[in-house]
T-cell receptor, first 110, second 115 residues
Framework: DAKTTQPPSMDCAEGRAANLPCNHS???????VYWYRQIHSQGPQYIIH???NNETNEMASLIITEDRKSSTLILPHATLRDTAVYYC???????????FGQGTTLQVKP | GAGVSQSPSNKVTEKGKDVELRCDPI?????LYWYRQRLGQGLEFLIY????????KSGLPSDRFSAERTGESVSTLTIQRTQQEDSAVYLC?????????????FGEGSWLTVV
């Protein structure tokens, strides 16, 4: 599975958009980009995933560059409850090896 | 239930004892995964079951660790002769069988403390 690179931490003001970047320059053609988050002591929560096209759901939007070497997770209106560790993962659920890195700790501040 | 269910939610055991952790995947999900997360660290892949295929055990850290799955339902992770280094939260996840891009859903984990 391809490796991802994320900034270790970010701050965001409550009510503003949070934009979390991820680099995955070694991604292969059939690998998806997944985003999960983990709020203290809880199991990872699925947010969104995509292959080539941008994706949007009720939680977030995922913007994938045309060359697929990077992506951005957008939380449109961050709340204090969005404070968590956000993981960007590249892989196929078929292999069973979604490899989690250290993620980005997002701190939403009032 | 609607989600992945794990039990026990918390377990304290003495060093050297065996423990069993149980996972009930989402109904209809044929793929099942176990991960381990030590305090303050990321998730480590342990094992993966997909239908009737041989499981991928490449992440198991030692022969003290084993896992079984009954058909396409319940899975049990067993840790024999527990050590203090085994203290962690053990996370189970499941997903639908099929092509790439299936969502993996996680349970809330079983917190294991070895004293």
């Amino acid at each position: 599975d391809a490796k991802t690179t994320q900034p270790p931490s970010m701050d965001c003001a409550e009510g503003r958009a949070a934009n979390l970047p991820c680099n995955h320059s070694t991604i292969s053609g059939n690998e998806y980009v997944y985003w999960y988050r983990q709020i203290h002591s809880q199991g990872p929560q699925y947010i969104i995933h995509g292959l080539k096209n941008n994706e949007t759901n009720e939680m977030a939007s995922l913007i994938i560059t045309e060359d697929r070497k990077s992506s951005t997770l957008i939380l449109p209106h961050a709340t204090l409850r969005d404070t968590a560790v956000y993981y960007c993962i590249v892989g196929s659920s078929n292999t069973g090896k979604l490899i989690f890195g250290q993620g980005t700790t997002l701190q939403v501040k009032p | 239930g609607a989600g992945v269910s794990q039990s026990p939610s918390n377990k304290v055991t003495e060093k050297g004892k065996d423990v069993e952790l149980r996972c009930d995947p989402i109904s209809g999900h044929t793929a099942l995964y176990w991960y381990r997360q030590r305090l303050g660290q990321g998730l480590e892949f342990l094992i993966y079951f997909q239908g009737n295929s041989a499981p991928d055990k490449s992440g198991l850290p030692s022969d003290r660790f084993s896992a079984e799955r009954t058909g396409e339902s319940v899975s049990t992770l067993t840790i024999q002769r527990t050590q203090q280094e085994d203290s962690a939260v053990y996370l189970c996840a499941s997903s639908l069988q099929g092509s790439s891009g299936n969502t993996i859903y996680f349970g809330e984990g079983s917190w294991l403390t070895v004293v």
